[in-house]
């Protein structure tokens, strides 16, 4: 617990909203906790009369925390063309399912909705820095478009033509009737799975669906995604044939229903879903040890 001798400014408590905001706009754990870091560093670096006059810290530190993160997307592209394979974002776990009594920071200060699930943080990657930020500053966290306007050193009235350009993205994104993951869905998957059973897995999986893998270049996996129904459910078996003793595990991942796969006590795999008319039509599949970081626990 901070107290006034550890948190002499009440700024300490601003940590879980600031490395939520962070990782809404990055997408990467890693990066959110520097970028956070880096706020407090700016801020503790100034002047005590400096930090006395300022009337809302948590809004300065919000805001240059969003600073730098845009900076970071502007960076972030170049990175990722380098990036062995397909990036995908850090998948974050319930802490509640994986009680060991340890916690994982920042990964358990995520606060689990909408907007950390794997198909909106997707979404988010297509938009420009700008827009990301407007868009998660305003719709998610419901700033004002005055506030957003010292972040990205903008207009009002320019922070919400982006903000209104990254909204027609997410609904473009949501065509097709995409519902809410269903854990009944997850779970015919996973013993189709494990049962090897093709058959069930291509009328579990849309004849469209597309299944992306995150290796980062650290472990074997496809470094393209596989599209098509029946050749994503051959690839899902070839793996079961490939890994003996592969436990698969129902787990909250992002905050919707998903699989993790463990090997003699490791988690290797965690994969999440999309659905839309009662059929998978993306799978999301991270096994990045780096990303995978906050789920190495035993439950």
Excluded at 132 to 143: M, N, S, W
Excluded at 278 to 285: H, K, L
């Amino acid at each position: 617990m901070e107290t006034a001798a550890t948190d002499p400014d009440g700024t300490a408590g601003e940590r879980r909203h600031l490395l939520n905001v962070a990782y809404r706009l990055l997408g990467s754990l890693a990066e959110s906790e520097d970028a956070v870091q880096e706020a407090y560093a700016r801020w503790y670096a100034l002047p005590p009369g400096r930090r006395d006059g300022i009337a809302s810290p948590g809004a300065w530190l919000t805001t240059v925390t969003g600073r730098i993160c845009l900076d970071v997307l502007g960076s972030a592209r170049a990175r990722r063309e380098r990036y062995v394979g397909a990036w995908l974002p850090d998948p974050l776990p319930d802490r509640a399912e994986w009680d060991d009594g340890r916690a994982t920071d920042p990964a358990d200060r995520m606060v689990l909705d909408e907007s950390v699930t794997t198909a909106f943080l997707v979404v988010l990657e297509t938009m420009t820095p700008a827009e990301r930020v407007a868009f998660v500053l305003h719709d998610v966290f419901r700033y004002p478009f005055a506030e957003i306007a010292g972040v990205l050193d903008r207009t009002p009235a320019a922070c919400k033509q982006l903000a209104a350009s990254a909204r027609r993205r997410v609904r473009a994104a949501r065509v097709g009737g995409l519902t809410t993951v269903r854990g009944d869905t997850v779970r015919r998957v996973k013993e189709a799975w494990e049962s090897k059973d093709i058959a069930a897995l291509v009328d579990l999986l849309d004849p469209a669906a597309v299944m992306t893998a995150d290796g980062g270049g650290m472990v074997g996996t496809v470094l393209r995604p596989v599209e098509g129904g029946e050749r994503i459910a051959g690839y899902m078996v070839a793996i079961a044939d490939r890994a003996p003793g592969l436990e698969l595990l129902e787990r909250s991942v992002s905050g919707t229903p998903g699989l993790v796969a463990r090997r003699a006590g490791t988690v290797t795999t965690v994969a999440s879903f999309e659905v839309a008319d009662g059929r998978v039509t993306r799978i999301w599949v991270v096994r990045n040890p780096e990303k995978l970081r906050p789920w190495v626990r035993d439950d």
